[in-house]
C-alpha cells in the first residue's frame, strides 16, 4: 500500500520561510514524478511544484517561482519544497502527489497523479 506523509507546515509570518517534506512508503520515486499542490479555502487545489524524478527537471507555479524550490533525497526517498519569503496569499493545505509516466504537458494536472497525501497546513500571518 503507497503512502505519502507530508510534514513540515506551520504558522508563520509574512516573510518567513518553511520546508515541506513528503515522504513515501510502499514504493519509491523512481521513474516518477512528484508535485506539491495547494488548496486554500473555497478555492481549487492548484498546482505549485514538481519534481520529474528521473532527470530531476523541476516546474513550479508561476505565483512561487522564484521563492519556492523543490527537490528530492533519493537515499531517504523525500521530496521537499523549500518555501521562502512567503506571503499571506501561500496560506493553505499543501499536498504532496505522485504519478507514473507524466508527460511534462500535464505535470501540472491533477489527473496525472495517483497518489496523493493527506496534506499539510500552511499559515502566513501578515
Known amino acids: 500500500q503507497v503512502q505519502l506523509v507530508e510534514s513540515g507546515g506551520g504558522l508563520v509570518q509574512a516573510g518567513d520561510s518553511l520546508r515541506l517534506s513528503c515522504a513515501a512508503s510502499g514504493r519509491t520515486f523512481s521513474n516518477s514524478a512528484v508535485g506539491w499542490f495547494r488548496q486554500a479555502p473555497g478555492k481549487e487545489r492548484e498546482f505549485v511544484a514538481a519534481?520529474?524524478?528521473?532527470?530531476?527537471?523541476?516546474h513550479y507555479a508561476d505565483s512561487v517561482k522564484g521563492r519556492f524550490t523543490i527537490s528530492r533525497d533519493g537515499a531517504k526517498n523525500t521530496v521537499h519544497l523549500q518555501m521562502n519569503s512567503l506571503k499571506p496569499e501561500d496560506s493553505a493545505v499543501y499536498y504532496c502527489a505522485v504519478g507514473d509516466g507524466v508527460i511534462i504537458s500535464a505535470i501540472r494536472a491533477k489527473l496525472s497523479y495517483k497518489y496523493w497525501g493527506q496534506g499539510t497546513q500552511v499559515t502566513v500571518s501578515s
Open positions: 519534481i520529474r524524478w528521473n532527470g530531476g527537471s523541476t
